[in-house]
């Protein structure tokens, strides 16, 4: 196999959770008095909450602490992710079939583990995993290499070996930039276009279900 390993971000990725993210915004900023706007949504995406806290309380001004952002953005997702987020179309099966081929598992994403968790382990997908990596434990964000050197070296395998799937396109500049092969994932919530992602990565897929066909498998595995 040309791959040690994959490394794989989750929401907008491996799971259907973009919808939720933009209703947590929107209600989020409807409780302030302030209007939505997709930029903001597109703009914290593949940000850590702390990151995202902090850019929350500079852009509109607020009196709350990051800190106590983070807190009120848990609470309202945690019930979600824990019993109602559902895997994209072709996940599982992806999963399945790169395990099948002797391939390690990785996740690299920017939720924290006590919404990450619930939720692969609610969809029946945790333990395909060899290793966990979150933007809560690097300084910096899915726009730098951090958290995908992480998620490698607790695979225990080099940067050259791994392939990363992302929706955003910070994501895939942060996973080239740690040395990686990447490849962008459609979702209509993410705000990532073929075309901006093929300027970026080594390729593109519509749905996760691509990775199983020859086409995809002969190209990079």
Known sequence: MKYRAVIFDLDGTLLDSMKVWEQVD????????????????????????????????????????PEELIREWSAMVAEEYAHRIALKPGARECLRFLRARGIAL??????????????????????????????????RGKGFPDVYLLCAERLGVSPGS??????????????????????????????????????????????????TEPEFFNRFL
């Open 26 to 65: 929107r209600d989020f900023l409807l409780r302030r008095g302030l209007p939505f706007t997709r930029d903001y949504t597109e703009a914290v995406s593949a940000m850590s909450f702390g990151e995202a806290s902090r850019y929350t309380v500079e852009r509109f001004r607020l009196s709350e602490t």
């Open 162 to 211: 791994c392939l990363v799937f992302e929706d955003v396109l910070p994501g895939l500049r942060g996973a080239k930039a740690a040395g990686m092969d990447a490849v962008g994932v459609y979702d209509a919530g993410s705000g990532l276009s073929e075309e901006d992602a093929r300027s970026v990565a080594d390729g593109y897929v519509r749905s996760l279900a691509e990775v």
């Open 106 to 139: 990785g996740v690299a994403t920017a939720l924290s583990k006590d919404l990450y968790g619930p939720s692969l382990r609610n969809n029946g997908i945790y333990g395909l995993f060899g290793a966990f990596a979150s933007v809560t434990e690097t300084v």
